[in-house]
C-alpha cells in the first residue's frame, strides 16, 4: 500500500484545514508504509501524483462536480480545477477519499461508472463550519473550534484506517460515528466548563452542523 496526500495550498482556508495531514503522514513513516505529501502551487505536481500510489487523500474546495486547486472566491470565480467530470480518465485505478464539499452528488459516482476510479468516499454535503441559520455572524472561538473536531477525527480515523488497512466502507462508518460522537463530548465538556460561554456562542450548533455533514458521507465502488 502507498498513501499520497494531497494538501490544497491555494486557499488559506484550506491550507490550515489540510493541516492533520501531516500526522497521518508521520504515522505512515512509523507503520513503514510508503507515503507522500503534495502541497505546492502547481497544478501540474497534484497531476503526476496521480499514477504514483494506491490510496490518495485530497483536502481542498469541492463542489458536487469538481474538486479544486483553487477556488476563487470573487465575483469573477476563475477557478482552478484540479479534477471534474470532464476529465474523469485521469482517476483511473485510483483510490480516492475526498474531503471536499459535495463532491459525492455527481463527481464522486461518476469518476467510479465512467471514470474507472476503483474507489471513491466523500461527501454529499457541505463542510460547513457555519450556523444553520448562515446570516449568523460565527465568532472566531467558533469556527476555530467546530474546525478543530473535524481535523482531529479526521487524523485519527484515517490513520487507524490506513494501518489497519481497513475497507473504504469501514472507514465511513467509523467517520461518521466519530464524528458525531465528538461533536457531543466535546459540547458537553464546553457547557460544564462555562454554561453562559456554551450558549452565547451557540455551541449547541457545532452537533446539528457536524452531524449533517457526518451523514452525507457516501462511498461508491469497492
Known amino acids: 500500500m ?3 496526500l494531497l494538501r490544497n495550498m491555494l486557499n488559506q482556508e484550506m491550507k490550515s484545514f489540510g493541516g492533520f495531514l501531516n500526522p497521518i503522514q508521520n504515522t505512515c513513516k512509523l507503520s513503514g508504509i510508503e507515503s ?16 504514483s500510489g494506491d490510496t490518495f487523500i485530497i483536502v481542498a474546495h469541492g463542489s458536487p462536480e469538481t474538486i479544486y486547486h483553487r477556488f476563487d472566491h470573487t465575483l469573477f ?11 474523469l480518465t485521469q482517476l483511473k485505478g485510483m483510490k480516492i477519499i475526498a474531503i471536499s464539499c459535495a463532491c459525492a452528488r455527481t463527481l464522486g459516482p461518476e469518476s467510479v461508472s465512467s471514470g474507472d476510479c476503483k474507489v471513491f468516499l466523500g461527501f454529499e454535503n457541505a463542510i460547513h463550519f457555519d450556523k ?13 473550534y467546530i474546525r478543530n473536531i473535524y481535523k482531529s477525527v479526521f487524523e485519527n480515523v484515517l490513520s487507524k484506517g490506513i ?37 452565547s456562542r ?10 449533517n455533514v457526518a451523514s452525507s458521507i457516501r462511498v461508491f465502488g469497492k
Not at 501540474?44 to 499514477?51: A, G, P
Not at 470565480?77 to 476529465?87: A, E, M, S
Not at 467509523?174 to 461533536?183: F, H, I, Q, R
Open 2 to 4: 502507498s498513501i499520497v
Open 36 to 51: 507522500k505529501i503534495i502541497y505546492s502551487p502547481l497544478k501540474t505536481e497534484y497531476l503526476e501524483s496521480f499514477n
Open 77 to 87: 470565480q476563475r477557478h482552478q480545477i484540479l479534477v471534474d467530470t470532464n476529465n
Open 132 to 144: 444553520k441559520d448562515k446570516t449568523k455572524a460565527v465568532c472566531k472561538y467558533y469556527d476555530r
Open 163 to 199: 494501518i489497519e488497512n481497513w475497507t473504504f466502507e469501514k472507514i465511513s462508518k467509523v467517520l461518521e460515528w466519530e464524528l458525531k460522537k465528538e461533536a457531543a463530548r466535546a459540547a458537553q465538556a464546553e457547557k460544564k466548563k462555562s454554561e453562559t460561554a456554551y450558549f
Open 202 to 211: 451557540e455551541i449547541e450548533e457545532t452537533i446539528i452542523a457536524i452531524a
